[in-house]
């Protein structure tokens, strides 16, 4: 996790330059398209793994559901003054399996270094009150839907957005979420060897 650490830092010192510069559309409240009973059955398929698998004991969740490619998300969770990410990464698309236990989910969960998880923290806060804003492209019927919540003392704020634009702070932090899990995936990775 070390190694990606520099990567890490310089996506943050991107997004906070440029989360002054770019201004034209916000994160969206949550909500969930319950139209159709597919629908309505992925979501309550993706809930179930995230909530058996995370929990709820969190500070900061960030969920990806693409189109076509493997779900995942990650936390940051806080116990005794020290962050941990927790991270699932599924091997199929949920939306494609016919069934959710044919899915395998690789797990991880290492300590982040307190001021990587202290920023990664600041800035979803600023993200979801919407202070930094962003561009979403909007009108794709495929692609990447992502979710960024706080849990501060039991209370849930939610934000979400479809495909933000390339390049836009929203772009640069999705990329940094993808990072941690990957680095913290590689690590677990490993340690198991």
């Not at 797990?107 to 270094?113: A, G, I």
């Not at 001021?115 to 692609?143: C, H, M, P, W």
């Amino acid at each position: 996790m070390k190694k990606s650490i520099i990567g890490i830092v310089l996506l943050l010192s991107i997004l906070a330059l440029n989360g002054k510069t770019v201004a034209q559309s916000r994160l969206s409240l949550c909500t969930r398209l319950d139209v159709t009973t597919q629908l309505k059955s992925y979501y309550n398929s993706m809930d179930s793994v995230i909530q058996t698998r995370l929990g709820d004991e969190y500070l900061f969740r960030f969920t990806v559901m693409p189109s076509f490619d493997p779900e995942y998300a990650l936390q940051i969770e806080s116990v005794e003054e020290l962050y941990f990410l927790k991270v699932i990464s599924f091997d199929k698309n949920l939306w494609y399996a016919k069934d959710v236990t044919d899915i395998n989910i690789d797990e991880c969960f290492v300590e982040l270094e307190t001021e990587l998880a202290e920023q990664v923290l600041y800035l979803s806060r600023q993200f979801i009150d919407n202070k930094i804003d962003s561009v979403s492209v909007g009108g794709t019927i495929d692609g990447n839907l992502y979710q960024f919540e706080i849990n501060e003392n039991g209370v849930i704020s939610c934000g979400q957005i479809w495909e933000p634009a390339p390049e836009s702070p929203l772009d640069h932090f999705c990329l940094l979420c993808a990072h941690l899990k990957d680095g913290c995936l590689t690590e677990n990775k490993s340690k198991n060897q």
